[in-house]
């Protein structure tokens, strides 16, 4: 049974480190779980609710299903405690889903497993209150387990990998981190995963979103980030990931998790903006509501209250109301990526960029929850009065069930030895960088349908098989479109001769 763990552990390696987490350790328990920013979280889940499709949300291209984005929703409502009936669709609809995200299996290539999409629906089932060992017709503890690298693995060990055939191994810490919560929360996580994991936090207390320079196009290890040398990018998204991983590890007794997340939080706080904002790295280095929502979170979870409220307050200066929405008063409670979005959505509404604002809502209202990741699922918030009276996004009430693809997971309880047969590649950056993106979306008419996947990933996580080169180009097509149509509407609106 997933419960609440006992602190002792944790409370004694905080007050030893003497960090700031140890003050602010009631972020950390149940009775912690009222948001300072309870109404505008819960309008924004129940926004976000309402673009579900029978269980899943729409992809960025026309027909197509983003698992990770599901995911990412689920998460979102249940940080809430809003709209459960939507969040049981999610889950049986991921259930007849697994090997659409975490394989290749649809594309005929049976037997590879994406690590950060595994390690995702291992966090999904957990805060689901589902059985991994069970989810569906799939074992998805032991599946992680069976994709962490063991002792011959030299500098890698403890790394959770892809095993995919061909290409570049490049899971990441986004995946790493959402393997350590879910195997944490749902039993014994292996002390070499978190070892991994803190390997990748440089001296000044950020994380990097890869264990290897990206730019050099070589995806050896480098050792810890230090090793890296001048070339590492402390990545905000990835740090505020890493924290609550590792809050979550040493709850489980890991060794160094509870230091090394004070560490990461002091670094955030740091680098927050003066505004309360947040930014990413890369493509996503400007202030961003995921960014801000994923750091504020992180903030709240390391005792760093003040400025986690003021992440809450940047997030919501953000959100869509009814009253003062403008063309998008109907979307009240989406929260915008960015000042530029929100300005267009009030002057012309979010028709064009509403699967930006279905990537954004759901990583931004972690800042007004304020639930930590190592939480959520563990505590009931109050989500209130359904203020329409008939919960947003409500589920047909016969979702099929059927997964599609067979279990290969091992039940022994121990990782992998040997990780020589990982291979693969990844980064994900859509709204936000983050590193768990699995060959998603669904290209079908219901998502209950099982079928070949391809496409864009989920903004909490996305890991898989796109190449950086490609992330880049996607991010960078997606902000040229972005602009195009901005300057097509601007150039319609201007007065004619």
């Known amino acids: ?123 999904a089932a957990v805060v689901a209150g589902e059985d991994p060992a069970k989810f569906g017709a799939y074992d998805l503890r032991q599946e992680t387990l069976d994709l962490i690298a063991g ?68 995806t050896t290890v480098t050792g810890d980030c230090d090793a890296q040398g001048a070339t590492v990018v402390l990545d905000p998204d990835s740090t505020a990931m890493a924290v609550q991983a590792l809050l979550a ?84 409670g989406a929260i915008a990526y960015n000042d530029a979005a929100l300005a267009d959505a009030k002057a012309g509404g979010i028709g064009e960029f509403r699967d930006q604002w279905r990537r954004a809502t759901p990583q931004a209202v972690l800042a007004l929850a304020q639930v930590p990741l190592g939480r959520i699922g563990l505590t009931e918030p109050d989500p209130g009065p359904d203020p329409t009276g008939d919960p947003t996004g409500t589920p047909s009430d016969d979702p099929s069930d059927t997964p599609t693809g067979d279990p290969t997971a091992d039940p022994t309880g121990t990782p992998s030895d040997d990780p020589t047969d990982y291979p693969s590649d990844d980064p994900g950056a859509t709204a936000s960088s983050d590193g768990t993106r699995g060959p998603t979306p669904t290209a079908a008419a219901n998502p209950n349908t099982a079928t070949p996947q391809g496409g864009s990933g989920g903004v909490l996580a996305a890991t898989g098989t796109s190449a950086p080169a490609l992330a880049g180009v996607a991010a960078g097509l997606a902000a040229a479109g972005y602009a195009a149509v901005r300057t097509a509407r601007r150039r319609s609106e201007r007065p004619r001769a």
């Open 1 to 123: 049974m997933l419960g609440v763990r006992p602190q002792v552990k944790l409370v004694a390696a905080l007050a030893a480190s003497g960090c700031v987490l140890a003050a602010g350790l009631v972020a950390l328990s149940p009775s912690a779980a009222a948001a300072p920013r309870h109404d505008p979280a819960v309008a924004a889940a129940r926004w976000q609710a309402g673009e579900l499709d029978n269980g899943a949300i729409p992809g960025f291209a026309p027909g197509m299903y983003d698992w990770g984005l599901t995911i990412d929703t689920l998460i979102a409502l249940k940080a809430t405690g809003t709209d459960g009936a939507s969040a049981d669709k999610v889950v049986d609809t991921l259930k007849a889903h697994v090997r659409d995200y975490n394989s290749f299996d649809a594309w005929g290539e049976p037997g590879q497993r994406v690590a950060g999409a595994t390690a995702k629906l291992l966090y």
């Open 151 to 218: 002792p011959s693995a030299g500098l890698e060990e403890g790394r959770v990998k892809d095993k995919v055939v061909g290409g570049r191994d490049d899971s990441n810490t986004f995946g790493q981190s959402l393997a350590v919560l879910g195997l944490a929360r749902s039993g014994d996580v292996p002390q070499s995963a978190v070892d991994f994991l803190i390997d990748q936090q440089c001296a000044a207390g950020g994380f990097r979103l890869f264990p290897f320079d990206l730019d050099s196009g070589d």
């Open 249 to 332: 590890a040493a709850e489980d007794g890991a060794v160094g998790a509870a230091e090394a997340a004070g560490k990461g939080g002091d670094w955030l706080a740091k680098t927050q903006d003066t505004d309360g904002a947040l930014t990413g790295s890369g493509p996503t280095a400007l202030a961003n509501a995921n960014s801000t929502g994923l750091g504020g979170q992180a903030l709240a979870a390391t005792g760093h209250q003040v400025e986690a409220d003021k992440a809450a307050d940047w997030v919501e200066a953000r959100q869509i109301s009814a009253s003062g929405g403008g063309a998008a008063a109907a979307e009240s």
